[in-house]
C-alpha cells in the first residue's frame, strides 16, 4: 500500500532563516506531488505541484521554491523566511490526474518568529 | 473556471443531532469529480467520498451520507446522530481533471457534548 511521510511536524523558525521540509511517497512510482499551504482559519493554497523529476509548476508567486530531486521526494523551501510564510503545510500525492482525489501527509506546523 | 463554494463557515450542533454541510459547485465540464475531505484537529486530511459526475446515486456509510444533486450543482453532506469526534473542518472539492482541482472554503463542524 501507498503511504506518504511528511517532516517535520511542527517547526519554529526565526525571520530570516532558510527553510526545507521534505515529504516522500511510498510504494508507488511516478506519482503527482503537491504542496498545499493552509494559513490559520483559512482554507487550502496550492503552492506547487510536480508531475515528475525537476517538473515544478509553481501556482501562487513567493519567496518559497519547490524541488524534486527524486521520483517519490519533494522539498519545500526557502532562503528567507517571511512572518507571513506561517502556516501548516501539507504534502500530498495522487496517480495520474486530479480526478482520483490527493491522498495527503500529516502536515509540517510552521510559526516563523 | 470551476468553484467550490462552502457557504456555511462554522457550524455548531449538540451531540446526537444530525447536520448537513452544503456544498456548490461550478463547472462547465460535464465529466467532473467531487470530493469531501475531513481535517479533524490533527490537522491532516481525510479523503470520505469521491463522486463521479455521471452517478447521481445517494450514498450512504454508516453515519455518514452524502446526496449529489446535478440539477442544482450540490454535493451535500449528512451526519446522522453527530458525535463529539465529528467535530472537524470539512473541505468539499471539485476535479476537471487534469491538474484542474479545487477546494472549497471548508465548514468547521463542531459537535457539543
Known amino acids: 500500500s501507498q503511504t506518504i511521510h511528511q517532516w517535520p511536524a511542527t517547526l519554529v523558525q526565526p525571520v530570516g532563516s532558510p527553510l526545507s521540509l521534505e515529504c516522500t511517497v511510498e510504494g508507488t512510482s511516478n506519482p503527482n506531488l503537491y504542496w498545499y499551504r493552509q494559513a490559520a482559519g483559512r482554507g487550502l493554497q496550492l503552492l506547487f505541484y510536480s508531475v515528475g523529476i525537476g517538473q515544478i509548476s509553481s501556482e501562487v508567486p513567493q519567496n518559497l521554491s519547490a524541488s524534486r530531486p527524486q521520483d517519490r521526494q519533494f522539498i519545500l523551501s526557502s532562503k528567507k523566511l517571511l512572518l507571513s510564510d506561517s502556516g501548516f503545510y501539507l504534502c500530498?500525492?495522487?496517480?495520474?490526474?486530479?480526478?482520483?482525489?490527493?491522498?495527503f501527509g500529516s502536515g509540517t506546523r510552521l510559526t516563523v518568529v | 473556471a470551476q468553484k467550490v463554494t462552502q457557504a456555511q463557515t462554522e457550524i455548531s450542533v449538540v451531540e446526537k443531532e444530525d447536520v448537513t454541510l452544503d456544498c456548490v459547485y461550478e463547472?462547465?465540464?460535464?465529466?467532473?469529480?467531487l470530493f469531501w475531505y475531513k481535517q479533524p484537529p490533527s490537522g491532516e486530511l481525510v479523503f470520505l467520498i469521491r463522486?463521479?459526475?455521471?452517478?447521481?446515486q445517494n450514498e450512504i456509510s454508516g453515519r455518514y451520507s452524502w446526496n449529489f444533486q446535478k440539477s442544482t450543482s450540490s454535493f451535500n453532506f449528512t451526519i446522522t446522530a453527530s458525535q463529539v469526534v465529528d467535530s472537524a473542518v470539512y473541505f468539499c472539492?471539485?476535479?476537471?481533471?487534469?491538474?484542474?482541482?479545487?477546494f472549497g472554503p471548508g465548514t468547521r463542524l463542531s459537535v457539543l457534548p
Open positions: 463547472t462547465r465540464d460535464t465529466t467532473y469529480y
Open positions: 472539492a471539485l476535479s476537471e481533471g487534469g491538474q484542474n482541482f479545487v
Open positions: 463522486r463521479n459526475s455521471f452517478d447521481e
Open positions: 500530498a500525492w495522487t496517480w495520474g490526474d486530479s480526478e482520483l482525489g490527493y491522498t
